[in-house]
């Protein structure tokens, strides 16, 4: 891939969801499979990572960057993303992973792909939005385009917002609603700045975190551009004991969801996504004649040989 495939991505597909249970609800569920945005399969540069990145990547590039320094926890789907992206566009990356050394398969592929780990203690950890340590880490590994956690920085909306005028296209009849998992609220911020003024769809949010304070994250980064829009809300009872951590019916509805329709979800984001989506269905939430959208935003990379 190059930089002109960063520019201008082809759409990834959407599709309609053959399942008796929204059938009979007489509600449609599309899939938005944004985890097919990759540039080769079960790549971790994908999904929402792709368009939190593409922005940002263009500038680092515009502006003579060849070095990445990006920040995560040991599972961050984030630091692989960014290890593959500086690897299919040419930057080195730098990786600051928060707490002790340890080895699982995020990490190692992030390695693979030519990230430089660095584990930092969780107080200094806690300086990463700092700006003395950042200039601090810029003495240390020379000159860096630092990515915050998580990927969430102004850059990183235009992107999002792209892929809500992407799903408006793609639909023949305008969707009543667009469904995502958060994890910083970033896309979630991101979408909702792409959607029409005119007859939005409502956004929901699946948290997976444990907490009540995705809101009010997502109601900062909204204020902060200056958006007002209200047609929006976070489902905070989704996490299944935190993030990262899982419970057997969630288990047991990736299976059985694999099984059914032959699309693989992870159980740190999507799974808890599509869990609530079929709760919320047999709640009554959506009225008949509903078009839902439930964005894939990828993550697959450490799981995909979970099946
Ligand atoms: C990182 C990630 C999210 C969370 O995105 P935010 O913008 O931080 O809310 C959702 N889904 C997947 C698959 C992810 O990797």
Redesign the pocket.
């Known amino acids: 891939m190059n930089f002109a495939d960063l520019k201008s991505p082809p759409p990834s597909p959407l599709v309609l969801l053959d399942d008796q249970q929204w059938e009979d609800r007489d509600v449609q569920l599309y899939i938005k499979r944004d985890d097919l945005l990759a540039p080769q399969p079960n790549d971790p540069f994908c999904?929402?990572?792709w368009r939190?990145l593409q922005y940002n990547l263009l500038r680092a590039k515009d502006e003579g960057f060849e070095k990445l320094l990006t920040f995560g926890g040991a599972y961050s789907?984030?630091l692989a993303a960014v290890a593959s992206a500086g690897r299919h566009l040419g930057f080195a990356t730098l990786g600051m992973v928060r707490g002790d050394k340890v080895e699982n398969p995020t990490l190692a592929l992030a390695q693979q792909n030519g990230m430089e780990l660095h584990f930092v203690d969780r107080t200094t950890y806690r300086l990463k939005g700092e700006s003395e340590y950042l200039r601090q880490l810029e003495d240390r590994f020379g000159k860096v385009y630092i990515l915050p956690e998580?990927g969430?920085n102004p850059l990183a909306y235009p992107g999002c917002a792209a892929l809500a005028e992407e799903i408006i296209a793609q639909c023949t009849e305008p969707p009543t609603h667009l469904a995502l998992?958060?994890?910083?609220?970033?896309?979630?911020t991101g979408l909702l700045s792409g959607l029409p003024d005119l007859n939005p769809p409502e956004v929901i949010g699946i948290s997976?975190l444990k907490g009540n304070f995705m809101a009010g994250e997502i109601q900062q980064q909204l204020t902060e551009l200056a958006l007002n829009t209200t047609k929006w809300e976070v489902h905070s009872n989704y996490h299944h004991g935190g993030y990262a951590r899982q419970s057997p019916a969630l288990m047991a509805f990736i299976q059985t969801f694999y099984q059914r329709h032959g699309i693989l979800l992870e159980p740190v984001?999507?799974g808890k996504l599509f869990f609530a989506l079929y709760a919320l269905l047999a709640q009554g939430y959506f009225p008949a004649g509903s078009r839902v959208v439930g964005i894939h935003?990828?993550?697959l990379q450490s799981f995909g040989c979970a099946v």
Request: aromatic share 4%; hydrophobic share 15%.
């Open positions: 999904g929402n990572k939190k789907n984030h998580g969430t998992a958060c994890g910083t609220g970033g896309t979630l997976a984001y999507t935003t990828g993550g």
